[in-house]
């Protein structure tokens, strides 16, 4: 596709259940990160791939969360037992080659916890 | 750790007045760069800045990057309706990824 893609675009869930987002990244993209933003805040970085070394995991909040990324496509994100400080919108990136190359955004998808 | 601060946090202007942003780093940069997030939309790269004291302009945008690399700027000329938003530096300092500052969020009365 043209720009980095994002499912759900919105997800609403009770507390204690797991989630999964995901992310497609722009095709080529080496590099893809994984960001939090809770509503008026910045971007709380999460995790960071890049091609096939070992992700970057030191943003991950708590055990609750991990990520996956299959070689160099699609990668997931998920919440394990879900707690209502976790609403946010999760943004996800790519970029050519990672480290200081520009970022493409997806539009992000927005998690409610009630 | 790195140190990143963005000031103000918050600005109102009148259409048609000068808006600046400042993004400092408590360490030397390797490059910096500048996103726009339009309200309710997600971050797009405005530009990246490399070379020490290096200016770029895009329109009614002027980017300076500091001569010691720490420090850098975003400032608007005549302010229009539609830089409404949050502006973002993002520094690379080297590790794997970049570093997000907190944002000014930008109003602008028509």
């Known amino acids: 596709g043209a720009g980095v893609s994002q499912s759900p675009s919105n997800k609403v869930t009770e507390k204690g259940k797991d989630v999964e987002l995901r992310c497609d990244p722009i095709?080529?993209?080496?590099?893809l990160y994984w960001y939090r933003q809770r509503l008026g805040q910045g971007l709380e970085f999460l995790i960071y791939?890049?091609?096939?070394?070992?992700?970057?995991k030191s943003g991950l909040p708590s055990d609750r969360f991990s990520a996956e990324r299959t070689g160099e496509s699609v990668s997931t994100l998920t919440i394990q037992r879900t707690q209502q400080e976790d609403s946010a919108v999760y943004l996800c990136?790519?970029?050519?080659?990672?480290?200081?190359?520009?970022?493409?955004f997806g539009d992000g998808t927005r998690l409610s916890i009630l | 750790g790195q140190q990143v601060m963005q000031i103000p946090q918050y600005q109102h202007v009148q259409e048609g007045e000068d808006f600046t942003t400042y993004c400092n780093s408590s360490t030397t940069l390797s490059n910096i760069q500048w996103y726009k997030q339009r309200p309710g939309g997600h971050p797009v790269f405005l530009i990246q800045l490399v070379k020490s004291g290096e200016v770029k302009k895009q329109k009614r945008l002027t980017f300076q990057f500091g001569e010691a690399k720490k420090n850098s700027s975003l400032h608007i000329t005549a302010t229009q309706t539609t830089d409404v938003g949050t502006y973002f530096c993002a520094l690379d300092t080297g590790r794997r990824a970049l570093t997000f500052g907190s944002g000014t969020r930008l109003q602008v009365q028509p």
């Open positions: 791939f890049q091609g096939n070394s070992a992700p970057d």
């Open positions: 095709s080529g993209h080496t590099a």
């Open positions: 990136a790519s970029s050519n080659r990672g480290g200081n190359q520009p970022q493409h």
